[in-house]
């Protein structure tokens, strides 16, 4: 199911969620910069348990856009999709 969150909504699901997650690891990471842009490329594997404490296992694509504003790196947008 496609989701689309705002800045407020992402951090006001974070407080709710009771998964945990035991590792996360990135891989086929790509990094992409062209002057105050930079586009990240890469496969972000999470182990753990979801709110239900049921194991959790999954993969997920990502593309992350930044920005470069005032010296610093900023996340301008994120998409991720889940593989098998």
Do not use: C
């Amino acid at each position: 199911t496609a989701r689309i969150y705002t800045k407020a909504a992402e951090i006001a699901e974070l407080k709710t969620d009771k998964s945990v997650t035991e590792s996360a690891e990135l891989s086929e990471m790509n990094i992409r910069i062209d002057g105050n842009t930079a586009i990240v490329t890469g496969i972000n594997h999470v182990k753990g348990r979801d709110d239900k404490n049921q194991p959790m296992n999954y993969r997920v694509r990502f593309t992350d856009t930044f920005i470069k504003r005032d010296g610093r790196w900023q996340v301008w947008a994120s998409q991720g999709t889940r593989i098998p």
